[in-house]
T-cell receptor, first 111, second 113 residues
Framework: TQLLEQSPQFLSIQEGENLTVYCNSSSVFSSLQWYRQEPGEGPVLLVT?????EVKKLKRLTFQFGDARKDSSLHITAAQPGDTGLYLCAGHPSGTYKYIFGTGTRLKVLA | KAGVTQTPRYLIKTRGQQVTLSCSPI?????VSWYQQTPGQGLQFLFE???????NKGNFPGRFSGRQFSNSRSEMNVSTLELGDSALYLCASSFFGGSYEQYFGPGTRLTVT
């Protein structure tokens, strides 16, 4: 079974703190996407990483794809209450048509 | 470009009934995937349609079915509803056929009583 394990599962931090969310698998992925979902809404695509070792920045968010394309991380600098939500990694394991989602990280940023 | 739309947004049904949910993908996208999201199980893949053909199917019972029309719009149907079917049903469209980036609709919140 191909799984994407995310850690931590829950995270509650104060505004201004930094945090990192991890997404790990034993499978190689053609690419990985990160989404953020707010309650009652669909996930919104944040970024796609394709190349092993790739780093992408989106304002205060930094995304990294592992060299072996089996893992990824999301780092948020100086978190704000607007960053609150469910963060999901997802990807397409190489050689399959399947698209699988990570277990999710629920982030709450307190003002 | 208009996003993915889903109708209805909210639905209340009684156990044993059936329900049909609709999804209109982003213009030009040929793939539509359906997911069930519950607090306990997270986001679970139901099935994917690409050019009117079901290409992938998740581990759900046969009560869950879907189809895609020639204009890429998709419907999913759940027959003989059970209490455990209460969930947020999400539709996502993709240009490359379920791979890579998916663009989600707002979801249909189904409550089975």
């Amino acid at each position: 079974t191909q799984l994407l394990e995310q850690s931590p599962q829950f995270l509650s931090i104060q505004e201004g703190e930094n945090l990192t969310v991890y997404c790990n698998s034993s499978s190689v992925f053609s690419s990985l996407q990160w989404y953020r979902q707010e309650p009652g809404e669909g996930p919104v695509l944040l970024v796609t990483v394709v190349t092993g070792g790739e780093v992408k920045k989106l304002k205060r968010l930094t995304f990294q794809f592992g060299d072996a394309r089996k893992d990824s991380s999301l780092h948020i600098t100086a978190a704000q209450p607007g960053d609150t939500g469910l963060y999901l990694c997802a990807g397409h394991p190489s050689g399959t048509y399947k698209y699988i989602f990570g277990t999710g990280t629920r982030l709450k940023v307190l003002a | 470009k208009a996003g993915v739309t889903q109708t209805p947004r909210y639905l209340i049904k009684t156990r044993g009934q059936q329900v049909t949910l609709s999804c209109s993908p982003i213009s030009g996208h040929r793939s539509v995937s359906w997911y069930q999201q519950t607090p306990g199980q997270g986001l679970q893949f139901l099935f994917e349609y690409f050019s009117e053909t079901q290409r992938n199917k998740g581990n759900f019972p046969g009560r869950f079915s879907g189809r895609q029309f020639s204009n890429s719009r998709s419907e999913m149907n759940v027959s003989t509803l059970e209490l455990g079917d209460s969930a947020l049903y999400l539709c996502a469209s993709s240009f490359f056929g379920g791979s890579y980036e998916q663009y989600f609709g707002p979801g249909t919140r189904l409550t089975v009583t």
